[in-house]
Nanobody, 116 residues
Framework: VQLQASGGGLVQAGGSLRLSCVIS????????MAWYRQAPGKERELVAS????????NYADSVKGRFTISRDNAKNTVDLQMNMLKPEDTAIYYC??????????WGQGTLVTVSS
């Protein structure tokens, strides 16, 4: 089972990116999932989470109103639409289970760099 995050890149402040996470193996289907991020020199933090069936969702205060998490259980994917990006959103973004006991190996994540 692997987590493969993609969609990161370099974008100017105010821009948008859409991250996608493919969960191979299918075991994450209907599990609560989340996107996390780790900025240089900082600890990994929870950005957004989504229930096993897609609703409800929850967001860190810092991204509320700008980011939207979604999932497609048929495709085993969890996406993160990021709008109005800010330089402080610069980080490596990871997807994984929301529940610690269900987490898989973290994978390499996808780097998001927002220039001012």
């Amino acid at each position: 089972v692997q987590l493969q995050a993609s969609g990161g890149g370099l974008v100017q402040a105010g821009g948008s990116l859409r991250l996608s996470c493919v969960i191979s193996g299918g075991i994450a289907k209907f599990r609560p999932m989340a996107w996390y991020r780790q900025a240089p020199g900082k600890e990994r933090e929870l950005v957004a989470s989504i229930s096993g069936v897609g609703n409800p969702t929850n967001y860190a205060d810092s991204v509320k109103g700008r980011f939207t998490i979604s999932r497609d259980n048929a495709k085993n994917t969890v996406d993160l639409q990021m709008n109005m990006l800010k330089p402080e959103d610069t980080a490596i973004y990871y997807c994984n289970s929301l529940i610690a006991s269900q987490r898989l190996a973290w994978g390499q994540g996808t780097l998001v760099t927002v220039s001012s």
